[in-house]
């Protein structure tokens, strides 16, 4: 079981707007930024969100939110690029571990 | 922009130690504020940390997995290094070296597959 809480699967239209949930507790999401990575038919991931940041290449309609312990991938705009696997992790301090969570799976209807 | 390629064997057989590789180009693996790190992910499953060495060499280890791995650094050839002893079929996965920023920036190596057969 995951230290982190994703919903298995979320679907959308292109262009609608689509959010992904990440639920931990006050040792990691409540303490920590988090990170949000896309992994496409099983290639390596690619980080999407940092924080509340951008990388540098990916489209401003992804962004990230934070409340209490809870972070949010919101995606605006669905493209059909977008349907991949989306993981989230963070630092946990009382497992002093790197924490994921299960991954939520997005399809592009 | 840093690029990070894993190399090792793709196959072990179980009891052994898998031993792989991440060398790091177009960056130094002992400058600026960076946790050097291994993450894998059995077929069909989802990531799992494995543990972390910082800049200054310091090493935090999943506690699942901390009493069988060890993780390093070869600072003269710009590679960080993965061993996990005493594997079983569980272990099978590809396994990701990554470059780990603070607020989890993260740079991802291509992956490697490894098979625990005999």
């Known amino acids: 079981q995951s230290a982190l809480t994703q919903e298995a699967s979320v679907s959308g239209t292109v262009g609608q707007k689509v959010t992904l949930s990440c639920t931990g507790n006050s040792n990691n999401i409540g303490s920590y930024a988090v990170g949000w990575y896309q992994q496409i038919s099983h290639g390596a991931p690619k980080t999407v969100m940092f924080?509340?940041s951008l990388p540098s290449g990916i489209p401003d309609r992804f962004s990230g939110s934070k409340s209490g312990t809870t972070a949010s991938l919101t995606i605006s705009g669905l493209q059909p690029e977008d349907e991949a696997d989306y993981y989230c992790s963070t630092w946990d301090y009382s497992l002093s571990a790197q924490v994921f969570g299960g991954g939520t799976k997005l399809t592009v209807l | 922009q840093v690029q990070l390629q894993e190399s090792g064997p793709g196959l072990v057989k179980p009891s052994q130690t898998l031993s792989l590789t991440c060398t790091v180009s177009g960056g130094s693996i002992s400058s600026g504020s960076y946790y050097w790190s291994w993450i894998r992910q059995p077929a069909g499953k989802g990531l799992e940390w494995i543990g972390r060495i910082y800049t200054s060499g310091s090493t935090n280890y999943n506690p699942s997995l901390k009493s069988r791995v060890t993780i390093s650094v070869d600072t003269s050839k710009n590679q960080f290094s993965l061993k996990l002893s005493s594997v079983t079929a569980a272990d099978t996965a590809v396994y990701y070296c990554a470059r780990w920023r603070g607020y989890g920036d993260v740079d991802w190596g291509q992956g490697t597959l490894v098979t625990v057969s005999s």
């Open positions: 924080g509340n």
